[in-house]
Antibody, heavy 120, light 108 residues
Framework: EVQLVESGGGLVQPGGSLRLSCAAS????????MHWVRQAPGKGLVWVSR????????SYADSVKGRFTISRDNAKNTLYLQMNSLRAEDTAVYYC?????????????WGQGTLVTVSS | EIVLTQSPGTLSLSPGERATLSCRAS???????LAWYQQKPGQAPRLLIY???SRATGIPDRFSGSGSGTDFTLTISRLEPEDFAVYYC?????????FGGGTKVEIK
């Protein structure tokens, strides 16, 4: 069964840092591009970042560029999101999602999400 | 950036009725890289439709997608109780991979 399990969320003060993890299983993780998507409480979905299969190429939403870093460890089948200089508006559930191998594909599946709360 | 506008914001219908959800893009979506997701409270989104009209694995045939270019539609032919949820469209052809604001399908 293809599965993605996020962890690392929690309460952090403004200006603080947090690292999220996404453990993948049931598929060849090293072949797939991967994404992070977030959802503020009661709001819609917002794409955050993506990384290619070997980690050599990344892209970010403007709202997190320069503050967040996506990375992966293919030996550990794990995706990461390092979040620095956190702001109140970063408060959201963060989902990891599987992308494509060669041709663009939709995000499928998604993990269950991990909640990040930025507050003093 | 491609902006996706979904309408209506809320759709109030009864079980057994037909639901028609719209997604309009600010510019053409390349190669119909348009997907629809369903999200229920407290759950992650689930892929329903990709490539504008292809059903994902395990999705019932009462769900169908259509459209191209800038105008796309998700149709649920006969609403089942488990279909009441929020639906999002997404373009995945060009970064940033944008989502629409969602349409909530609620029980009338």
């Amino acid at each position: 069964e293809v599965q993605l399990v996020e962890s690392g969320g929690g309460l952090v003060q403004p200006g603080g840092s947090l690292r999220l993890s996404c453990a993948a299983s049931g598929f060849t993780f090293s072949s797939y591009w991967m994404h992070w998507v977030r959802q503020a409480p009661g709001k819609g979905l917002v794409w955050v970042s993506r990384i290619n299969s070997d980690g050599s190429s990344t892209s970010y939403a403007d709202s997190v560029k320069g503050r967040f870093t996506i990375s992966r460890d293919n030996a550990k089948n794990t995706l990461y999101l390092q979040m620095n200089s956190l702001r109140a508006e970063d408060t959201a559930v963060y989902y990891c999602a599987r992308g494509h191998i060669v041709v663009e594909r939709p995000f499928d599946p998604w993990g269950q999400g991990t909640l990040v709360t930025v507050s003093s | 950036e491609i902006v996706l506008t979904q309408s209506p914001g809320t759709l109030s219908l009864s079980p057994g009725e037909r639901a028609t959800l719209s997604c309009r893009a600010s510019q053409s979506v390349s190669s119909s890289y348009l997907a629809w997701y369903q999200q229920k409270p407290g759950q992650a989104p689930r892929l329903l439709i990709y490539g504008a009209s292809s059903r994902a694995t395990g999705i019932p045939d009462r769900f169908s997608g259509s459209g191209s270019g800038t105008d796309f539609t998700l149709t649920i032919s006969r609403l089942e109780p488990e279909d009441f949820a929020v639906y999002y469209c997404q373009q995945y052809g060009s970064s940033p991979f944008t989502f629409g604001g969602g349409t909530k399908v609620e029980i009338k």
